[in-house]
Every structure is written in C-alpha cells, then in structure tokens.
C-alpha cells in the first residue's frame, strides 16, 4: 500500500470519484488490417492494443463461429482480440461490472460490426446473484475486485464501489444454442479467480472450454495450490501464459504456483 493511502485506510480522508474520457485509435493488424479501437484515459490504465500474434494465438484453438467468455473485460483490450478470432458469426460475452470503465467496453463492442460480435453485459460474474462491493485502487476506479482473504492494507484497494453480480448459468440461459458452442472463457478478478471457477464448476464438466485465469499477486500459498488442484482435478493440462501471444508458456505443476508473484495460467481441456 502506498504512503499516501494510509488517511484513507484510517478514514481520514475520502477523495471524490473521478472521470476519464475515451477516444478511438487506429491499430493496424499485420494480416487482419486496420480496427478502430476505444481507449480509456485513465491515468493508471496500461495501454494494451489488439495485436497479430495475440489473435493468430487465440486462433489456434478457436474457431469461428465459436462463442467465447471475457470474465472482467475491464475496457475490451482482451474481448476485442477474442472476438476477431471468433468472427461476425461467433461472439463474446464481455462481463465488466464497472460502469467507469463500461463505457468504453460498450464502444469496442459497437467498432467493427461487420468483423466482431461483442456483447457486454455490465455484471460481475459471483457464486449467487447479489450486489457485491468490489475495492478499487484509485477514486477514477481502474482495477478493483472482492479480493478475498487479503487484508486491505495489503492490497491497498481502498475504494469501494457495490455491483452487481449474476451466477453464469443464469446468463447463459439467455443464449440458448449459442451458448452451446462455448470455447473459451478468460477470468481476470482480481484474487476472485478460485471462487468463479468453483461456481462454474458444471460449465466446465460439460462445455470443456480452453481457460485462461489470472494468479493474483497477493494471492497466499492456500488459494494457489487450490486453483492448480481444482483445474487438474477436471482433468485440464495447465501452463504458465508467458504472455498473450505465447499462452502455452511451460506446463507447472503444482509447486510451480508459487515460483512468481502474479502470472496467468492457461487450461487445456484433455
């Protein structure tokens, strides 16, 4: 936690939340072409374009015509690759409960109609349907979660800001055949990562979508061991992502969750 946090920790001090604007951008892909794409201007969120090697990557196991899951989608930096790999004729479902940066998710999903089908849904994905309060890091609201289990001054997510969340069976009731087609999901929560894949736990036994999730890096050494042994006990092969071009970085086994802070896994249906 950083110093200047500690009068907001002790109540001392409350900053009023803050508004970034958005604007389009042009990101020319090697063979794909030329996308338009919506950036936040929030001062702490990283800069992450669409790019080639990413989308030639999701497309070694998605096809179009697929249907595919960005769980915290945050501004469509991942749904929008995703979505390319999936085509007009596929989909992805873009679930981000925070309406800072909703926005600007919303304006990647109306970009490039006739080349992606986004659809975002402004809900966090949770283990029952209920308002819950995610805890942000600054009072423009750029990356926040539940965070279970680690205290505050350690994560130093301060700002606290109530959503709303749905379980995902009950939000793929309402895509019928579409759904059925389910490839790949991609969680990034935060340190909620375990307690999503649990609640999804039918989804997985039946659909068998490729994985990728985020190990938060405050995460203690419990939930780290957890989260291998749940994914092997599907029956998935799972790999440390070096990054989104190389998402089969090395296969880890369950020490291997603890040889680096915060990483991604990727799961790999057997």
């Not at 999936?86 to 600007?104: I, K, Q």
């Not at 505050?152 to 069976?169: I, K, M, N, T, Y």
């Not at 999730?213 to 092969?237: K, S």
């Amino acid at each position: 936690m950083k110093l200047a946090h500690l009068p907001i920790l002790l109540g001392l001090k409350r900053p009023k939340p803050r508004l970034y604007e958005q604007s389009t951008v042009v990101v020319d892909l090697a063979q794909d072409g030329p996308i338009d794409f919506a950036v936040w201007h929030h001062p702490n969120e990283r800069a992450s374009f669409p790019s080639q090697p990413e989308i030639d990557e999701l497309r070694t196991f998605i096809r179009p015509g697929d249907f595919c899951i960005d769980i915290g989608a945050q501004t469509g930096d991942t749904a929008v690759p995703i979505a390319l790999a999936c085509g007009p004729t596929g989909a992805c479902l873009a679930l981000e409960p925070n309406p800072y940066c909703f926005p600007v998710l919303e304006a990647n999903a109306r970009l490039n109609r006739s080349r992606l089908n986004i659809i975002p849904l402004r809900y966090a994905v949770g283990e029952r349907e209920e308002t819950m309060t995610f805890n942000y890091s600054d009072p423009g609201y750029c990356n926040g979660g539940v965070m279970p289990d680690i205290a505050r001054w350690r994560h130093g997510h301060l700002f606290p800001l109530d959503v709303e969340a749905r379980r995902l069976e009950s939000v793929l009731a309402g895509y019928g055949d579409r759904a059925e087609r389910l490839r790949y999901i991609k969680i990034d929560a935060e340190g909620y990562d375990l307690n999503i894949l649990r609640s999804i736990r039918a989804i997985l036994e039946r659909r068998r979508p490729f994985l990728r999730v985020e190990v938060y890096r405050h995460l203690d050494l419990e939930p780290r061991h957890a989260m291998w042994e749940f994914l092997t006990g599907l029956g998935y092969r799972v790999w440390r992502a070096d990054d989104p071009a190389h998402l089969r970085g090395s296969v880890i086994g369950r020490e291997g969750m603890v040889e680096k802070k915060g990483f991604d896994l990727f799961a790999e249906p057997a």
